[in-house]
Each structure stands twice: as structure tokens, then as C-alpha cells.
């Protein structure tokens, strides 16, 4: 069992980031076994859920012209335009059927208002509006963090970094995650985590 100042936080282990999903992530579900082993380590267990509006800012099914994967500026700044996914309500958007939800203590769903995504666990693409989520750590008396899941690129990288910056102590377990990689952001990202002190580890 790890200290009970640690928890394990899962990131968006859900049908549409997984094969056959919307958004795929490549071995997108080869992660699950390990992640639901991980789960009996930690005393606290939280999982994302990406949940989006069906006319949500960042799917380019709502910017006509534009197609999936291009980049628009948005009053907060640039944004990745993305294939419709995590609807709402929709088959694509529950967690895979091999993740074990049971252990969870904490379900945090991120990405529901139509005007801004989320990537990260703990603010929302302005980087300042916030989800709630450090407030339950710290009132629970959590000091250290560790990040699996999907996107290693996205949602991870965007989750530890904000981790990293509240004062958490951070962690990234890489083997336990998959990314998107779109033009070289899995580079970017792992470099960007590494200079802010998150530990990379397999
Ligand atoms: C994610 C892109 C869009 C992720 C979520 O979970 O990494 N990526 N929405
Ligand atoms: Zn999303």
C-alpha cells in the first residue's frame, strides 16, 4: 500500500479514447490491466471522465470549414480542434468495460461547458477556471499525485503540469499511458513535464 498522502489519479479511460473509439489513442486500452492493479495501492482513487456537450467549442463538427486536428485561437487562447467525442450520455463516453470504476472515490467529469475544454483534471483550457478537484486533495490531506491514463500528451501532460504548479508532488507512470502524438506534441510534452518536476517514471 502506498503512504495515505498519495493518490492515484486516472485519466479518461474511456470507450472513445480506446480502439474503435472516436478519438483513438494507439493501445489505448492496453493500459487497463496495470491501471486496475495500481488502484489496490492507493487508499485514495480518482478518476477523469471527458464529457462533453454535443455542441461542445472544440469539436470541428461545430466550426464548419474546419476539419479535426487543426488549431483555432478561442478567447483563451489556441485550441486543437477535435473529432466529436465523450458526448454526453453516449456509449462513447463511459469508461472502458475492463476499467475497474469500483475502488474510485472521487469521479471527476471535466469538458461539460460548451464554450471552453478541459484537458487537465484540475483547471480548464483559460488554465484559471477551476474543477474542483485540488480542493478535494487537499482537504483530504493528499500531498503526492500519480497520473495513468489517456492522452499521455493531452490530458496527462496537462494534468500533471497543474499538479506540479499547485505543489503537488507529481508523478507520471508513461508505461501506464498512450498518447495522440499530433505533430510531435508526446516530445513536447514529456519535455515539458520533466523541466516542471514531474517524475517520469516506466
Ligand atoms: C483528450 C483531446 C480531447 C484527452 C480529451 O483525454 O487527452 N484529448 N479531449
Ligand atoms: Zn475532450
Redesign the pocket.
Known sequence: MRPDDEALIV??I?ND?CPGGA?A?TEGNKIIDRVNGLMDDYHTVVL?Q?W?PADHS?FASNHPGHGPFETLTMPYGAQ?L?PD??VQGTTGAEFHPDLRTDPANLIIRK?FRTAI?S?SAFFENDRSTTTGLNGYLSERGIRAVTFV????????A?SALDAARLGLRARVLLGACRG?DLGGSLARMTEEMRAAGVALEE
Open positions: 485519466i479518461d474511456q479514447f478519438l489513442v477523469t471527458d462533453h472544440s486543437t477535435w467525442h465523450c469538458g475544454d484537458y491514463g489517456l492522452a499521455t500528451d493531452y490530458c496527462v496537462y495522440i
